[in-house]
T-cell receptor
Framework: KNQVEQSPQSLIILEGKNCTLQ??????????LRWYKQDTGRGPVSLTI?????NTKSNGRYTATLDADTKQSSLHITASQLSDSASYIC??????????FGKGTRLSVIA | GAGVSQSPSNKVTEKGKDVELRCDPI?????LYWYRQSLGQGLEFLIY????????KSGLPSDRFSAERTGGSVSTLTIQRTQQEDSAVYLC?????????????FGPGTRLLVL
């Protein structure tokens, strides 16, 4: 069964600290992996997208990694800010099949 | 240049009533998706429209759910005889076709509460 598992379910960190969110997937065939940020009451917004051949992709303070062999991805947030508080959703695409969404990690950055 | 818009932003209805949710995709985006996001759950795919092709309805949970896309632009998701378990956020996304890995752009969602 195609699944995307994210951990931790929730996370609280102090402003300025770094954190890493994990995503494991069993989607096959694999086409691409995306990380989305979803602020409360808003729709998800794309942060990064990586295909099979890409190992890392950065977007400002966000850096995503992908290990297609172990089917794992991580999203590293550097020097967190209060505005980083949101849900971070890992999404795996299998070409022409519907995207498979993880349940997200709820990040809270506190002062 | 506006993003995906959805209306209404919130909808409260009584069990058994029908509801219609509207999505206006980004101009020029030929692909349109509907998702459902329940509390504490990941996004659940409902239906996918791509140009003039027959829609992919494989995610619709029951025959009470239907969707239309008129003129290749605006889409309406209809839920008939709503049930309490239909309460969720319904998200619409659109995508520009051409590149295989093109990003989906999401609307703000419609929060549906069925009493």
């Amino acid at each position: 069964k195609n699944q995307v598992e994210q951990s931790p379910q929730s996370l609280i960190i102090l402003e300025g600290k770094n954190c890493t969110l994990q995503c494991n997937y069993t989607v096959s065939p694999f086409s691409n992996l995306r990380w989305y940020k979803q602020d409360t009451g808003r729709g998800p917004v794309s942060l990064t997208i990586m295909t099979f051949s890409e190992n890392t992709k950065s977007n400002g303070r966000y850096t995503a990694t992908l290990d297609a062999d172990t089917k794992q991805s991580s999203l590293h947030i550097t020097a967190s800010q209060l505005s980083d508080s949101a849900s971070y959703i890992c999404v795996v695409g299998g070409g022409n099949t519907p995207l498979v969404f993880g349940k997200g990690t709820r990040l809270s950055v506190i002062a | 240049g506006a993003g995906v818009s959805q209306s209404p932003s919130n909808k409260v209805t009584e069990k058994g009533k029908d509801v219609e949710l509207r999505c206006d995709p980004i101009s020029g985006h030929t692909a349109l998706y509907w998702y459902r996001q329940s509390l504490g759950q990941g996004l659940e795919f409902l239906i996918y429209f791509q140009g003039n092709s027959a829609p992919d309805k494989s995610g619709l949970p029951s025959d009470r759910f239907s969707a239309e896309r008129t003129g290749g632009s605006v889409s309406t998701l209809t839920i008939q005889r709503t049930q309490q378990e239909d309460s969720a956020v319904y998200l619409c996304a659109s995508r520009r076709m051409g590149q295989r890995e093109e990003t989906q752009y999401f609307g703000p969602g419609t929060r549906l509460l069925v009493l």
